[in-house]
């Protein structure tokens, strides 16, 4: 179904590992805190993007004078103690396997670098991918192609000849930008 695709190019958090309630979580969690609350449908409409920019909205809904690279940092701290109990892998992993070994394959995520390395590497899934691009490895963000862009380049597959997994809007924005088709998995 792939096949006329030189490279495949998977975001993560809720495309192939069910990571987003524990992020939610992780987000209740460090906002208590200061008696902070998030509206659930902004924040998944913000899925995709690094964990300060969703700090930041989420602090300028509470006019608060908070730091959001030090909030989001807490968020993610709090996130590492409870992912690795509770990730799994989802459907659409059965993709990644089938494709292993005959196309390249990278992951672009809004999500740290390191955890996206600790995660795939704890549920065995670190082999299937040749490249990982994370929020930290790239300055403009999804909806920003640069993500995807930075996949293809490290894949040394041509930007046309990649397809992107995503399960966000911002995502699907970013692929579409970098000239990429893309599986919108939220209607497989």
């Known amino acids: 179904m792939y096949g006329h695709y030189d490279g495949l190019i998977f975001d993560m958090d809720g ?10 979580k ?5 906002l208590a805190r200061y008696g902070l609350t998030f509206d659930e449908r902004t924040v998944i409409g913000l899925n995709g993007s690094p964990s300060w920019r969703i700090a930041e909205v989420i602090i300028a809904s509470h006019q608060s004078d908070l730091d959001p690279v030090a909030l989001a940092q807490e968020k993610t701290t709090a996130l590492k103690a409870m992912l690795f109990d509770t990730v799994r892998p989802l ?7 089938a494709w292993k070994g005959k196309r390249p394959m990278a992951v672009g995520t809004g999500s740290e670098h390191a955890m996206a390395e600790a995660l795939l590497q704890h549920l065995g899934l670190r082999d299937c991918f040749d490249a ?9 963000h999804k909806p920003e192609p640069e993500t995807f862009l930075r996949c293809a380049e490290l894949l040394k597959v041509e930007p046309a000849r990649c397809v992107v997994f995503e399960d966000a809007d911002f995502g699907i924005q970013a692929a579409k930008a970098a000239g990429m088709d893309f599986v919108d998995v939220r209607l497989l």
């Open 91 to 97: 459907p659409l992993i059965e993709v990644v396997k």
């Open 15 to 24: 495309t192939i590992l069910d990571t987003e309630p524990t992020h939610r």
């Open 26 to 30: 992780a987000w209740q969690t460090v």
């Open 132 to 140: 990982i691009v994370g929020a930290d490895d790239v300055t403009r």
